[in-house]
């Protein structure tokens, strides 16, 4: 009820998925004081954002009616293919689609041509974090794709994240979550490598694990 009443103080923010990660976006937004109108396909998650005060929408189509301003988190580049095909459908005035989804490179251009040409503006924003990291706002934004429109979005991403990096033009987004990526493999391999070591030489995997969480603090 708290949410329902507070959303809107700040305007119409669109989220087409609300999944683990686009469902957190919706929350903290909620809890902002932003107007939410969402879908998703899965009915269990269009219930448990209107109960959160959400409004939800017949479609993504719906949506691009609604909001000036329209978040993507989506499981598969199809279903961007899709929700791309439903907002240049709408023949609404221009919006800003901020694409967080994580996929290849090579599928998110002909996205961003399809809106733009339309007359839509598409931003390249995926996120690092994960899904719990997701509901305390412990994301990064690597915002790509137009600097005057990140920084005019930057109020509504610092309602759902810590912080927000204008990486430059669209694709670096994902080109530096990539990078992110690839430093999260390297340190949970090379972790399980020195668990495997510290194993054989006769240590107990609980007191490793207590070293391990105690020198990530030490670095901090």
Known sequence: MGNSMASGKKGAVGIVGL?????AFAQNLLGAGWRVIGYDIAAARRRALARAGAEIAADAREVARQAPAIITSLPHPSALAST??????AGVPRRVVVE???FAIEDKPSAEAAL????HVTLDCPLSGT?????VKDLVV???????????????????????????EFGNGSRM????NLLVAIHNV????AMVLGMKAGLPPKRLCARRAMSCSTAR
């Open 190 to 193: 090379a972790t399980a490598e």
């Open 131 to 135: 899904g719990a990291q997701a509901k």
């Open 19 to 23: 999944g683990i990660m686009g469902g």
């Open 84 to 89: 791309v095909a439903a907002i240049v459908k």
């Open 100 to 102: 967080a989804s994580t």
């Open 142 to 168: 690597y915002a790509s794709g137009g600097t005057a429109e990140i920084k005019k979005l930057r109020p509504m991403l610092a309602a759902f994240t810590r912080a927000v990096h204008d990486v430059g």
């Open 116 to 119: 733009r040409k339309a007359g």
């Open 177 to 180: 979550k990539y990078v992110a």
